[in-house]
Every structure is written in structure tokens, then in C-alpha cells.
């Protein structure tokens, strides 16, 4: 699931008219009137420039807003990585609370579990919004390799968590991915 700009980061309204920008034909003017778009004026005169309008509360906001809220959505992540010869690695992470748990299904000595200083937590947040993991596919799949490592993400939220998971394949930002839960955890994830 990509990211649904068109949803009011401030209402969740869905009644959302993109923003358009220039000199307005007449047909532009009856979409307005429809509130099927809104128009933003001729000239791009000023810093920001937001991209969406909600017909709900009035809020406007751009493409960057939305990535920020969508992810501000997520509550928590929980992941687990392994496989059958070496074990699962499951790291669980509050992103409200900061509280980290990390386990291991054979080496159950390393289990841990810490609460995360709030700017090792922010700095956590801003780089997982880098890793673009709400735009990755549902899942990932390599059909040659029977064994091998399987993982899965759980992103919590609110109203409907979101999975992504794979089997001896990976998105493109994997490695940055293991090395920023490798970072919070103190533990080797790749
Ligand atoms: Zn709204």
C-alpha cells in the first residue's frame, strides 16, 4: 500500500481536492465548484505551496505532509528475522513509549528489554521514514531457496496494522532498514 495523500492528516476526511495551480479555464472553475479540485491561484509567489485541500476542515497540505503523518500513524513496530537452523530474532518497539523488547527463540540469554531515550526514539522515527518501508511491497519472495531467512514487519496502528514480509528476498532499502533496528537494539540484524 503506497501512500494515500489524499486523506486530512488533520480530519481523515477523505473529501480531499487536489490543489491546482495557474491560470484557470472554465472547466477548472465548474471542478471547483464541485469541490473536485481547488484552485491555488495563478502565481506561485509564495515558499509553500501545498498540494492538497480538504473540503471537510479546510486544512492544506503537500506530498512531504502526508509521508510525515502517514508515519506518524505507526505505534509500534514488531519484526522477526530467522530461520529454522538459526533461530527467529524478534525486536518489539513502542514508537510512543520508546520501550524495546528483543528476543531470541534458541538464545534466550540476550533477551532485553530497555525503554529508548526520546531523541534516540525521534532520530529512530525520522530514519525510518528514510527506509520508505510504507511503500514497499506486501511481500517478498524467492521461490528457488526453500529455506533459507524469512522475515516479517508489523507496523501497529491504530485502526489497521500494516505487514510487509519476505522470504530470502528483500526490498531495495533492506540493509538500511537492519541497520537502523541493529542501531536502537545494540543487536546484529542483516
Ligand atoms: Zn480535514
Given at each position: 500500500?503506497?501512500?494515500n495523500?489524499?486523506?486530512c492528516p488533520n480530519?481523515?476526511s477523505?473529501d480531499?481536492?487536489?490543489?491546482?495551480?495557474?491560470?484557470p479555464?472554465g472547466?477548472?472553475?465548474?471542478l471547483?465548484?464541485?469541490?473536485?479540485?481547488k484552485?491555488g491561484?495563478c502565481l506561485?509567489?509564495?515558499?509553500?505551496?501545498?498540494q492538497?485541500?480538504?473540503n471537510?476542515c479546510?486544512?492544506?497540505?503537500d506530498?512531504?505532509?502526508a509521508?510525515y503523518?502517514?508515519y506518524?500513524k505507526i505505534?509500534?513496530?514488531?519484526?522477526?528475522?530467522g530461520?529454522?537452523?538459526?533461530?527467529h530474532k524478534?525486536l518489539s518497539?513502542n514508537?510512543k513509549?520508546?520501550?524495546m523488547?528483543?528476543?531470541?527463540?534458541?538464545?534466550?540469554?540476550k533477551?532485553?528489554?530497555?525503554?529508548?531515550?526520546p531523541?534516540v526514539l525521534e532520530?529512530f522515527?525520522d530514519k525510518?521514514?528514510?527506509?520508505?518501508?510504507?511503500?514497499?511491497?506486501?511481500?517478498?519472495y524467492d521461490?528457488e531457496?526453500l529455506?533459507?531467512?524469512?522475515?516479517?514487519?508489523?507496523?501497529?496502528r491504530d485502526k489497521?496494522?500494516?505487514i510487509?514480509?519476505g522470504?530470502?528476498d528483500?526490498p531495495?532499502?533492506?540493509d538500511n532498514?537492519?541497520?537502523?533496528i541493529?542501531?536502537?537494539?545494540?543487536?546484529?540484524f542483516?
Open positions: 500500500m503506497a501512500i495523500y489524499k486523506i480530519c481523515n477523505k480531499v481536492a487536489k490543489i491546482l495551480y495557474g491560470y479555464s472547466d477548472m472553475i465548474m471547483e465548484a464541485a469541490g473536485k479540485i484552485l491561484g506561485i509567489c509564495m515558499d509553500y505551496s501545498p492538497y485541500h480538504c471537510n479546510d486544512n492544506q497540505w506530498k512531504e505532509e509521508i503523518y502517514a506518524q505505534t509500534g513496530l514488531k519484526i522477526t528475522i530461520g529454522f537452523h538459526q533461530g524478534n518497539v514508537l513509549t520508546g520501550q523488547t528483543y528476543s531470541h527463540s534458541i538464545d534466550e540469554e533477551n532485553l528489554t530497555i525503554v529508548l531515550n531523541g532520530d522515527k525510518l521514514i528514510d527506509t520508505n518501508i510504507l511503500n514497499w511491497k506486501r511481500r517478498y521461490n531457496v529455506d533459507g531467512i524469512q522475515w516479517e514487519i508489523v507496523m501497529v489497521r496494522n500494516i510487509r514480509s522470504s530470502n528483500y531495495l532499502e533492506w532498514f537492519c541497520k537502523i541493529s542501531e536502537i537494539s545494540g543487536k546484529n542483516n
